[in-house]
């Protein structure tokens, strides 16, 4: 069997090597001159060796997928950081609030939850008026959802609000940076770049991909593009309605990654500890450099949803980081290092994450992920069925699915 797979980011290549390692030819096309996808690991123009995670940014306890494929890769885990069972620095009109009065606004949606339940697809704009929360803590909870699941109160899902406003338990990075996976799995693949797929054709003597410069033809056809961009290709013949409908239904966090390297690395550490949320742009930071050595430290922030930055300029928005981890010191800092990157506005991505709501687990992905007459199969981290955002550990669920699909139709 010959396997053609488009996209090389962890679905794609997770999906190419298992197929490959069953003994058939694969060869995955991808539009970037990069694998990856969305992990996007920046080292140039950084000092002291350290390096930003501008994509996909941390291993979480439970991932165990994604651990293994480490492993497997001999990538080596940085030490499990325990975050603590506080509640994180909050940093709202350019004040830090004092840990008290965190913990005030913790408790208070922890017990606005318990008295009032989220109905199912109620959203968490509409489950907060119904609480009666204050504004800040609406404040709280928008910033919460600009780092999960990357979008507005008004599509983000109630009834998988985590009431704990932790924390929660530790986590771990790829040392050297989550790049590493990517790269290292595709050394063992065929893989060609700047092949950005156009039309799929298939039917019952296989199935070809037209690109901008070549057509490939193959036995079967693994599509692992993050959602928005399946409705973009062209299909010959062309997909069913209900498979349209369904990738239409889906909902997607859209965010621009602020990432920013400072001198001041323990003045900062003080101030906003493992990270912090702020009522700012981003309303998400967090310290990417706790694992790595130097006397640097580099954050990184989302801003995302109703709150992601349209028409301001790549400074402005690195200036407001500045502002806000001002504020949280004390005085000012120094930036050394600043980028931004909006996923939304990636021509190869669209989207930071997928932002499930109700049982659209159960409701939609059924029809997205369903093969075509053995021939066109789907996958990509908005195609799993974990609750929350996809992410890397979602990306690499789908390929064992859809590779497991695959190799029974060989």
Known sequence: MKLLVIGAGLSGLVTAIEVQSAGHEVIVLEAQGRVGGRILTLREGLSDGQFADVGAEIIYQGQDNLIRLCERFGLELSQELSLGPGVPTLIFGGQRLSEGAAQELAAEIQAAMQHTRPGHYETIAQWLRRAHVSQQAELLLTAIAQSTPAGPL??????ELNAD???GEGYRKIVGGNDLLPRAIARELDIRLGQAARIIGWGRHGVTVETDRATFRGDRVAITVPGPLV????????????????LLQLRYGNATRIVAQYAERELLKGAIGPGCFTDRIP???MDQSIHQTGDKIVVGGLAAGDSEPVGQRDEELLDQL????SSAAGRPVKRIFGTVKSWTRDPWSRAVVRALIGDQRQSVLPTITAPLDGRVFF???HTDERVGPGGMEGAIRSAYRVSKQILAEA
């Open 283 to 285: 309303g998400f930071i």
């Open 165 to 167: 406003i932790s924390w």
């Open 231 to 246: 409705p973009e290709l062209g299909f010959d013949p062309v997909l069913p309605a209900d498979k349209v409908q369904a």
């Open 154 to 159: 008004r599509i983000a899902d109630a009834e």
């Open 379 to 381: 996958a990509g981290e």
């Open 322 to 325: 500045d502002a806000t981890l």
